[in-house]
């Protein structure tokens, strides 16, 4: 047993305590305790309920390595059940460490779960959250970092240092009251404040750098529906990773990361030294509200930079889609981590789906759908039913493949489709926010971004980028436009699609993939878990004995 530096995990080597594991693969060990507790986030406010991880809001950061097998023991010590989810982590024929309402029974209060898996071959940032109702509204996120195994190339000379960034929007109200809200048929309030890492009090926090060195910067958008902008005054950045894919790296003022989203950052600290503003702030909306930390050049004396983010010239949406065509991978950048082929312009794409998001009023309450299914939970989670042949819980076909009649339905909506599937998936967007679209055990690539007020149509494909497109696994679609991806089936098992505005997540903007294969092997898909939770009615069923 060797002794871990960062954050007190604790590491094996090579060891046969549980089947499924990969040779030469470590072990790493969290404990994670989910409390709630009283902060106040803003020096203007009362201290506000939060969900703390290991005491702390956001949560520890987890610090990975490509392949480590991961055993995370989650004690929820709220009054209600709990799961974590882990935002891009692909969990390979793994969908019942998903963490997610169809995965998973909830930790019911008081008790704990411990989560197995396996990371695979990914490299990036991600972050954790809490997936049931609204709880994530009240935080109970944080930071994941996958680095490369020693000795694998990464394209760029390592940072001087490598800061996370959580950002997002925050709301005043307590969470249980917004989710009675919700729950009422009623939406959110605007938000209170940006948070950046659970600080909502600007300039507050600051960022120690040294003149002429070059740092990686992760930031996610953990917040619940806001799009928000990202710069860092007077300093260019220079993207290298989205979402576990190595980019081109071009350079930028500043960045959108739309909410679910997470990306990095190189920035050389070339500029005189003095303090200067880091900025994360709304877009796309009325609702004004930034947050800003001080990036302190070490042994400065003079003054603090203004804090006046720069304006773009012309229409932010333009400037967006403009930038989003930009982001591409680095076919070169020396490892294979998107999972697939990259030639995955010349897949023969056996299935498209065009998936268009809808809001309406079922039973005098507020809905949201896709292709006019709004989603509701049935007792059972979706994968124990598919396991135990639990029948009546959800029929596969639930949702249909394109846009059909007008109105919302509510259904336990499960889409079917089949390993080693190769899907074109059109995101119609005909209202007038920016959407954010989020895949569960995969990356896509976004092969096709409409312009603002266009349709889609089967012409739209020749403007497709089948060379370098960008693969991720969280996508927004533009207000009154498109938003076109491939993703290659390859990771069976039952994956969440949805929203990342979680107001419309909760209120159904989301379904279930069921990634089948009649193959019914180890090599397809891992058993289930012997610790896994049962509830509904999976409850006291017993587990068939696998044969491999
Ligand atoms: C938070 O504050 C409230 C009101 O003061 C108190 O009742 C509650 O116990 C506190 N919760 C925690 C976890 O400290
Ligand atoms: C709960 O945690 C204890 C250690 O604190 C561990 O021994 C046990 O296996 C855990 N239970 C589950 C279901 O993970
Ligand atoms: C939550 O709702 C209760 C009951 O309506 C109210 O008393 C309380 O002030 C609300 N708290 C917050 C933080 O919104
Ligand atoms: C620079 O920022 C640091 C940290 O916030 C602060 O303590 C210091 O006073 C600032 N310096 C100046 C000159 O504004
Ligand atoms: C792509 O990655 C390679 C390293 O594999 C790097 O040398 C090159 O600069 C990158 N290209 C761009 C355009 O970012």
Not at 6 to 26: H, K, L, N, Y
Not at 64 to 73: A, E
């Amino acid at each position: 047993m060797a002794w871990c530096p960062d954050g007190g995990v604790w590491m094996m080597m090579t060891m046969t305590i549980i089947s499924f594991v990969q040779a030469e693969d470590s072990f790493r060990f969290f404990d994670l305790r989910v409390t709630y507790g009283n902060i106040s986030l803003n020096k203007r406010n009362p201290p506000e309920r939060v969900i703390l991880i290991n005491g702390k809001f956001p949560g520890p950061e987890l610090s990975l390595v490509t392949n480590d097998n991961l055993i995370i023991n989650v004690h929820n010590g709220l009054d209600e059940p709990f799961l974590l989810s882990w935002n891009g982590l692909h969990l390979k024929r793994n969908s019942y460490q998903d963490g997610v309402y169809g995965t998973t029974c909830p930790i019911p209060p008081g008790k704990n779960y411990t989560y197995d898996f396996h990371v695979g071959d990914q490299i990036g940032s991600f972050f954790y959250f809490p997936s049931l109702g609204v709880q994530k509204a009240a935080g109970g996120f944080g930071a994941i970092r996958i680095l490369s195994r020693p000795g694998i190339p990464v394209p760029f000379p390592q940072p001087a240092g490598d800061f996370t960034l959580l950002i997002g929007d925050w709301y005043l109200e307590d969470y249980k009251n917004l989710t009675a809200r919700l729950d009422g048929g009623r939406m959110i309030h605007r938000p209170f404040a940006v948070l950046i890492n659970g600080n909502g009090n600007p300039a507050s926090t600051s960022l120690t750098v040294d003149k002429g060195k070059t740092y990686r910067f992760r930031i996610s958008n953990v917040g619940l529906q806001m799009s928000l902008n990202f710069e860092i005054l007077g300093h260019m950045l220079k993207l290298v990773e989205v979402e576990g894919t190595y980019t081109i790296q071009s350079m930028y003022t500043s960045l959108d990361i739309h909410v679910g989203q997470s990306l990095s950052v190189l920035v050389t600290m070339d500029q005189p030294p003095q303090n200067y503003t880091i900025v994360a702030r709304t877009r796309f909306t009325d609702i004004q509200s930034q947050n800003a930390v001080i990036l302190k050049y070490s042994n400065t004396k003079s003054k603090t930079s203004k804090f006046v983010p720069r304006i773009e010239p012309g229409n932010e949406v333009d400037f967006s889609i403009k930038q989003a065509r930009s982001i591409k991978t680095n076919l070169t950048a020396s490892r294979q981590n998107a999972e697939g082929s990259y030639h995955y312009g010349r897949i023969k794409i056996s299935r498209t789906l065009i998936l268009e998001s809808s809001a309406g009023v079922v039973n005098r309450k507020q809905r949201y759908a896709i292709n006019g299914v709004s989603f509701v939970p049935a007792d059972t989670p979706l994968k124990l039913a598919d396991y135990f042949k639990i029948k009546g819980v959800f029929k596969v076909g639930s949702i249909p493949d394109k846009p059909g009649r007008a109105g919302i339905r509510l259904e336990t909506a499960v889409m079917g489709v089949h390993h080693k599937d190769f899907l074109e998936i059109v995101l119609l967007n005909h209202e007038k926010i920016v959407q954010t679209y989020h895949l569960d055990g995969y990356n896509f690539w976004v092969v096709g971004i409409g312009n603002r007020w266009s349709t889609w149509s089967p012409a739209s494909r020749r403007e497709y980028n089948l060379k370098d497109a960008i693969s991720r696994s969280t996508t927004q679609v533009y207000q009154k436009s498109w938003t076109a991806v491939y993703v290659a089936l390859d990771n069976v098992g039952m994956w969440n699609f949805r929203s990342e505005f979680w107001a419309r997540q909760y209120l159904g903007q989301q379904f279930y993939f069921r990634v089948h294969s009649p193959a019914s092997s180890i090599k397809d898909e891992y058993p289930l878990p012997k610790n896994a939770l049962l509830c509904g009615q999976a409850s006291n069923r017993h587990r068939r004995d696998f044969t491999p």
